[in-house]
């Protein structure tokens, strides 16, 4: 499920799907998306990266797209590997870097940058 926060600047992804289940937040106020997998019990965060991600107003649109046309592939599809490395857990200064919304999401998480 996809919930968009236009007075927030945020988008909230809900995949449930067993072991693979997921909860991400687009945070375009502060300018990162968190995916916390909870088969690995761990968070990863990243710079939005404007030329491959999409901008908020845009977002809906896609995903409406998407659902009627049942498309898996497209040229706004992003896929995103992460490579296993060192972990921080959250301190006062990413937490005021990444926002409240992806603090609440990854707290007491390593979290993977």
């Not at 992460?82 to 857990?89: A, K, M, P, Y």
Request: some cysteine.
């Amino acid at each position: 499920t996809m919930t968009i926060h236009n007075e927030k600047n945020i988008v909230d992804v809900h995949v449930r799907s067993g072991v693979y289940s997921s909860d991400t937040i687009f945070d375009y106020s502060h300018g990162y998306i968190a995916t916390r997998l909870f088969s690995r019990n761990a968070c990863f965060i990243m710079k939005i990266n404007k030329d491959s991600i999409p901008e908020l107003q845009e977002i809906g649109r896609l995903a409406f797209e998407r659902k009627t046309l049942q498309k898996v592939y497209s040229p706004k599809t992003v896929w995103v590997q992460f490579q296993s490395g060192h972990s921080i857990l959250g301190s006062f200064k990413e937490w005021f870097l990444y926002g409240r919304p992806i603090e609440q999401l990854c707290t007491g998480l390593p979290l993977y940058q």
